[in-house]
């Protein structure tokens, strides 16, 4: 294993890297050798002998010396492209329980203004991969929400907080409550109609609502009903993904092949609501999508 200690040197705008192993030349030199990407962080990490490496030879070397074996999920690790955004870009993230995650009411408490969701860790990942940006991160997630309940509070928490991008995640509560298909869509072109009026240059992420066969959903009845409902709230996102050029994150997809690898459980405890790892697979799979559709030159 490779251990590595990192700090930020008084007036230095580059990382001081402490190889705490022999082990890291080898590493890097698998890294090297094209057995893990290595082209993609665009940072600079300096070597105590003076000898320069990019930051992405690095954190390659980092994942070769520590992964024996490829992601049993399918979802590629945190080897991708950094995305493009324009310096003080406001990222929002709209949704239901998923997205809120306890995220703090009081925007003054920095230690929980965004909960501990896949939003959390999309922040924290390009807060460290693109500084200089200096991205700003908003959830306005609602435990319990449908797609109406977003309809009606959107002026507030989407319109007026004037966003760059707009990421959302809602159906789960929908089918919960019996919405038919057509009147989520109704609602959720609605949103996306007011939102490019008011920011014509907006982009779009939308994500599928997803489900698996876990807790309560192990029961056969409930797991064939719900998931015929998210299946069908998926062909409507996916509709609404091409219609707005959005960017598509096809997270049922995502999780029912993790659920193949491992087991659903290792991803969601009651068959809706994902735990930290598969939160960590929604945000993987966000950065690469996003990455992929606005990638730096």
């Known amino acids: 294993m490779v251990r590595v200690s990192l700090r930020l040197p008084a007036g230095s705008n580059g990382l001081q890297n402490h190889s705490e192993h022999v082990g890291y030349r080898s590493a890097l030199a698998k890294a090297r050798a094209g057995i893990v990407p290595s082209s993609l962080v665009p940072c600079r990490l300096y070597m105590t002998n003076s000898e320069t490496?990019?930051?992405?030879?690095?954190?390659?070397?980092?994942?070769?010396?520590?992964?024996?074996f490829p992601h049993l999920s399918g979802v590629p690790d945190y080897a991708y492209r950094l995305p493009s955004f324009k310096k003080g870009s406001r990222l929002l993230f709209q949704g239901d329980s998923i997205t809120d995650m306890k995220w703090g009411r009081n925007q003054e408490d920095r230690n929980h203004y965004l909960g501990h969701s896949y939003v959390y860790l999309i922040a924290a990942?390009?807060?460290?991969?693109?500084?200089?940006?200096?991205?700003?991160?908003?959830?306005r997630g609602m435990s319990g929400h449908t797609v109406s309940d977003l309809r009606k509070?959107?002026?507030?928490?989407?319109?007026?907080?004037?966003?760059?991008?707009l990421s959302i995640l809602i159906g789960t509560n929908d089918v919960g409550q019996g919405v038919p298909a057509g009147s989520f869509e109704s609602d959720y072109r609605h949103l996306l109609d007011a939102s490019l009026k008011a920011n014509p240059g907006l982009r779009l992420v939308l994500l599928d609502p997803f489900v698996l066969r876990s807790g309560s959903l192990k029961d056969e009845p409930a797991w064939t009903s719900r998931r015929a409902a998210i299946d069908q709230l998926g062909e409507v996102v996916t509709r609404l993904a091409k219609d707005y050029n959005a960017v598509h994150i096809q997270t049922q997809d995502v999780f029912d092949?993790?659920?193949?690898?491992?087991?659903?459980?290792?991803?969601?405890?009651?068959?809706?609501?994902?735990?930290?790892?598969?939160?960590?697979?929604?945000?993987?799979?966000?950065?690469?999508?996003?990455?992929?559709?606005?990638?730096?030159a």
């Open 53 to 68: 490496s990019t930051g992405a030879d690095f954190l390659s070397a980092v994942a070769g010396a520590e992964r024996s």
């Open 125 to 139: 990942r390009l807060g460290v991969d693109m500084p200089a940006s200096q991205l700003e991160f908003f959830t």
């Open 257 to 296: 092949a993790a659920a193949r690898a491992v087991t659903p459980e290792q991803w969601m405890w009651d068959g809706v609501h994902p735990l930290p790892q598969g939160h960590e697979l929604i945000a993987r799979s966000w950065l690469h999508e996003v990455s992929a559709r606005w990638s730096r």
């Open 153 to 165: 509070r959107w002026q507030k928490d989407a319109l007026d907080m004037k966003p760059d991008l």
